[in-house]
């Protein structure tokens, strides 16, 4: 019996799977899946205390780690698509409410001015929250299977953030009409992390290195296609409570 519910599970390979792609899906959205965020364990993370619920076999600070599917990586290759800089408002841990966002403000808001720098060092708006200023770089990550995600980069790792950015716009190419700036997505970059340290303590950073240039079309094409998906508004981002209150010195 046992082999013959063998051969009929071996038959099930033989169907022709293609044929009927994404049949059961079709009313799935980008607002119905989650992007990963890929994310620094640090001292106090969940996934490294083996006593959390969120506890990840094998995580420790410093590794990177995908928030969907739990890998963890030493260091890992994107390619950058769309990037984003917006004012987060968040309420303090503890205080009444769903964990996410209390609002998202574009980087040209005028609502930093009503801030005020807390004793935590925290700019502090009138109603009590506070703001993070919040660099989003959606990348494609690189391997056997790509796939898309978020880096969120804020306080201290602002500085990389503007890194990065200055080695993707100081990219130069000749073209017919000249040299140009090729589009963010022309070029791999491979992201590690770093121990950083100030006056406040230490903590894990990202350390960011271009690699060579996207030669693969398949890439390329899937890397456009996401960059467009986000410029369109259509990729749906959800910040959450553990990366609002880090415990970082920073």
Known sequence: MNQVAEKKEGALATF???ADAQQGAQNISQEDLALPFLKILGQLSPEVNKRDGKYVEGAEPGKIINTVTNELFDKISVVP???????????????T???APVAIHDADSDIVSQ????KDYKDRLPNGNYLDNTASHFVLTLGDNPSTALISMKST???VSRKW?????????QGKNGLFTPPTYSHIYNLSTVQMSNDKGTWFGWEVEKDKAVTDKTIYDMAKSFAVSVGKGEVETKHGTEESNTKAPF
């Open 97 to 99: 409410g769903s964990g």
């Open 157 to 159: 790792q602002l500085k």
């Open 16 to 18: 022709d799977m293609e």
């Open 115 to 118: 801030t005020t720098r807390g």
């Open 81 to 95: 698509c769309h990037y984003k800089r917006q004012y987060i408002e968040w309420q303090d841990r503890g205080t």
């Open 165 to 173: 950015n200055s080695l993707m716009m100081g990219l130069k190419i």
